[in-house]
């Protein structure tokens, strides 16, 4: 299973790189700013995505996924809600 790694840009301009245990934030998020609590939606999505992809193919959950869901909330909770946070280019595959 192919993971990907990503790069996030928090509004304070820091960036943090970022684990998927599949493909999937490159297939359903576009790089660029976007509303904080938007991409907390989609990105809960995909790391539960990302999760059942592992246990469909080794038979239990990514903690991996879970691990870097955690870390991206724990961030998110310095910023408003309505605040832009922008997914980085990817890294070509």
Known sequence: MPAMTYQLRWPDQTVMPCYSPSLIVRERLRP?????????????????????????????????????????????????????IELLPFDPA
Do not use: H, N, W
Not at 35 to 64: H, N, P, T, W
Not at 68 to 81: C, D, G, V
């Open 32 to 84: 660029g700013p976007m509303r904080l609590d938007a991409f907390l939606v989609e990105i809960r999505d995909c790391m539960q995505i990302a999760s059942e992809r592992v246990r469909a193919k080794y038979g239990f959950a990514c903690s991996a996924a879970a691990e870097q869901l955690a870390q991206i909330e724990a961030t998110a909770t310095r910023f408003a809600p309505e605040s832009r």
